[in-house]
């Protein structure tokens, strides 16, 4: 049996050529996607966060994409107040009590 070539090579042709294309673009895209979703959320820090007149700064840690200081007040009271670093402005605050042993 012998194969019988395609009575239009040029328009196979071009239908290859435009595939090709199209993949190319899809892998950028994908590659494009990928890229970003690594890269995550890029953004500045703050020069200088303030801390509350009266109050300690006792510990820093991050939760999410915050920053919590656990602060204690002059009369010993202890709270978290919660930062947005890129602005370095208050968010939030939990006070923090004792409970019952």
Do not use: H
């Not at 009575?7 to 199209?22: E, Q, T, W």
């Not at 202890?78 to 042993?101: K, M, N, W, Y």
């Amino acid at each position: 049996m012998a194969e019988e070539l395609p009575s239009n090579p040029r328009g196979l042709k071009a239908v290859v050529i435009i595939l090709g294309v199209i993949f190319l673009v899809m892998m950028a895209l994908f590659i494009y996607g990928l890229a970003t979703k690594v890269g995550g959320k890029k953004g500045a820090i703050a020069a200088a966060i303030e801390i509350p007149a009266g109050e300690t700064l006792i510990e820093t840690t991050g939760a999410g994409d915050r920053l919590v200081l656990r602060l204690r007040a002059a009369s010993g009271a202890e709270r978290l107040l919660f930062i947005d670093p890129a602005t370095g402005q208050a968010v939030g605050s939990t006070a923090l009590t004792a409970g019952a042993p």
